[in-house]
RNA sequence: GCCGGAGUAGCUCAGCUGGUAGAGCAACUGCCUUGUAAGCAGUAGGCCGUCGGUUCGAGUCCGACCUCCGGCUCCA
């Protein structure tokens, strides 16, 4: 048979040659440093037999950065820490072990529970194992013969994952370590060059919450020490931009353990925040939201009616008001719109109704999720319930595609969309979930968004529309929302006169843009460093007298700023003033003025974030600052 | 909520096998009169997260709780 390199050549192979056989017609070294085999686009064992015509690619050693090279060093060593696990630590039964972005992990169900110092123990018997050298094997057996190995094992994970799987059983073995796993593995451990574990947790077998929670074990592992190095450094780095150090550093806001999930915004924290809420309001208004205000407590009987009593009690702050009546906090705006919505008799010609309001809501977040401005118990949404006819969905979803690509384009920011579908408990008709689905879906493509769809993640009411952003370590967050919901507005009872003179339960949209105006300005914190745009910098410029003569000429300039509607502060501590501009610079303060002898109004001293200088008069600094407001 | 880790000055952190707490930065005071990323000196600052226990004696050992950190589950 013949197989096709990449340089489109063909190579002439016996049937049945494998992988690692078409790297050792190659060359020798090649087979040698062969890591895995690539073909059209998917990853395959070495020990695997080859399809004529089939196009190869042998990925190796040297490919120290390649995304599959690593996956599949990592699973290997995966391998190499449950051997070791189960050589310490007698009657550990073994879970799963894949490679994740960054690194790996294991499961095990461990007898007596485990402390992370003895992490140390477990790195040192890998070690040892990376000393001696690994090979791998591998074995394809059918599903009788891999339940009765595992079960004579007492491993009963894997008997159970054996039941569930689909296609060839196939088992890896290093040593004395026999593993049901798919593969592809290394052929052998010389070339992990780098490992270390990482951390320990909880995680539950299947992640169900209802099943046995397990030791999770994670670590990472490199070609190279220096890779490992990088890793560690970069690590570093992102930590550095963690809007919780960047949030204390800036002074932008705290949190206090008297008040857990509600963060205390400062000063400087509140210029961000009143940027997002006006660009929030103005962009309502001219897209056609009215703003409304609606109560933050009611009565249980309205939470029962709208579903959260029964749904979401979990999370809610009840109040005792002394009397017989308890009330609660409301966790959404949706019982309030609602309320409002049927306050009045409605026609279909005062449809689209859209509600906007961002007012406080409280979740009762359970305490180990709470996680700074990312998950917060106090959430503040740029939230709106829009009433519309059913002939008005798609419109309507498609204006909050724009509006939604408008404000995350101010920012630069990137979302991942998500569509989620009919689950299977739901309220409606087949017919509404179909065309439901497709005025989201539509309104997708027409944006030329991209998006992966979640079949059956939808709300019993509804299909939705979820954005998503990733955090300065790699972690996924929901940030925007658009929920089509065809029930709330049955459940209150709600209608309006139609053309045909008869009364209509209107179709509601909730929809959060920037999700929490918390979590986004998380998000924004990290996105930008802390140094932020211009025009959301919170100090804008800086005024450095150099000496106390050159004070009172400062403020006027300061002054002929602030009338053009810049946020100046001046910086006349008896300080050097290196030491002043240096703590500018510490502030991400986008320009910093330096006032002395040399200067006047006609002629300032302006640096920009960075160290660029440059000289203007005041004049034209308002000029160009002007510029660089959206 | 669950698993693991941690809480010492405003911040970052030292404090050994139990013997009454320390540094740098910040703050304050004085000197210097400052020129594009840290001038010098001094002073003050702590119920060692909270409650309970062991001990002659607890920052240190044990327990419970609170909060935070890394995961899991759940979510904007």
């Not at 999370?315 to 009330?327: A, I, L, Q, S, W």
């Not at 989201?440 to 493509?445: N, S, V």
């Amino acid at each position: 048979m013949k197989v096709v390199l990449p340089d489109a050549t063909e190579l002439e192979l016996p049937d049945g040659a494998t992988g690692l056989d078409a790297a050792r017609a190659i060359g020798p070294k090649l087979a040698e440093q062969a890591v895995l085999l690539r073909s059209n686009g998917s990853v395959q064992d070495l020990r695997d037999p080859l399809e004529g015509g089939q196009q190869i690619q042998i990925i190796t050693t040297r490919d120290t950065d390649d995304p599959d090279a690593l996956y599949v060093l990592r699973h290997s060593a995966a391998h190499l820490l449950a051997e070791a696990v189960r050589r310490l630590y007698p009657g550990v039964k073994i879970a799963i072990g894949p490679p994740i972005e960054n690194g790996f992990y294991y499961d095990f169900e461990f007898p007596e529970p485990i402390r992370e110092e003895e992490l140390e123990k477990v790195e040192a018997e890998i070690a040892r194992e990376l000393k001696e050298g690994r090979e791998w094997s591998r074995e394809e057996v059918d599903a009788e013969q891999a339940k009765r190995i595992f079960s004579e094992q007492g491993e009963n994970y894997k008997v159970e994952l054996v039941d569930t799987a689909d296609g060839p059983i196939t088992l890896y073995t290093q040593g004395d370590f026999t593993d049901l796993c798919r593969g592809p593995h290394l052929q052998n451990s010389k070339p992990i060059k780098a490992l270390k574990l990482t951390s320990l947790a909880g995680a539950y077998w299947r992640g169900d919450e209802h099943n046995k929670q397990l030791t999770r074990i994670y670590g990472t592992a490199f070609y190279s020490q220096e890779d490992l190095d990088r890793h560690l450094e970069r690590l570093e780095e992102a930590r550095k931009r963690d809007h919780r150090r960047l949030g204390r550093d800036l002074d932008l806001f705290h949190l206090s353990e008297h008040a857990p999930g509600s963060p205390f915004w400062h000063p400087k924290g509140m210029v961000i925040w009143n940027a997002l809420e006006d660009l929030r309001r103005q962009e309502n208004l001219k897209r056609g939201y009215d703003e409304v205000k609606t109560p933050l407590l009611y009565d249980i009987e309205t939470y029962i009616t709208s579903g959260h009593y029964d749904n979401y009690k979990e999370n809610m702050f009840f109040v005792d008001t002394g009397g017989e009546e308890r009330m609660a906090l409301k966790p959404m705006n949706c019982p309030g719109h609602m309320l409002l919505f049927g306050s009045e008799l409605r026609s279909y010609r005062d449809l689209p109704i859209r509600y906007a309001e961002s007012s406080t809501l409280h979740r009762n977040e359970p305490g180990g999720t709470l996680h700074g401005l990312f998950r917060v118990r106090h959430i503040t949404q740029d939230d709106a319930h829009v009433f519309v006819t059913e002939d008005q969905i798609q419109d309507e979803i498609d204006g909050m595609i724009d509006f939604v690509t408008f404000l995350y384009n101010q920012f630069g920011v990137v979302a991942r969309a998500e569509l989620s579908t009919r689950p299977e408990n739901r309220l409606g008709t087949d017919e509404q979930w179909d065309r439901a689905e497709a005025a989201l879906e539509a309104a997708l493509e027409r944006h030329g968004m991209d998006y992966v769809i979640s079949p059956g993640e939808g709300t019993f009411y509804g299909p939705k529309i979820d954005l998503h952003m990733t955090d300065v370590l790699g972690r996924s967050w929901q940030m925007g929302t658009i929920q089509l919901d065809y029930q709330m507005p049955m459940q209150f009872g709600l209608t309006y006169m139609g053309a045909d003179n008869r009364e209509h339960h209107p179709v509601v949209i909730h929809r959060a843009l920037l999700g929490s105006l918390e979590r986004f300005i998380g998000v924004l914190i990290e996105h930008y460093g802390g140094a932020f745009p211009f025009w959301l910098a919170p100090v804008q410029v800086r005024i450095i007298p150099v000496g106390e003569t050159h004070r009172a000429a400062a403020a006027e300039i300061a002054r002929g700023l602030r009338e053009a509607g810049f946020r100046v502060d001046v910086d006349e501590r008896d300080e050097t003033v290196g030491k002043r501009i240096r703590e500018g610079e510490l502030e991400k303060i986008p320009k910093v003025i330096v006032y002395g002898d040399r200067e006047s109004a006609e002629s300032l001293s302006v640096r920009d974030r960075g160290g660029e200088q440059y000289q203007t008069g005041l004049v034209d600094l308002v000029r160009e600052l002007a510029t660089l407001r959206p």
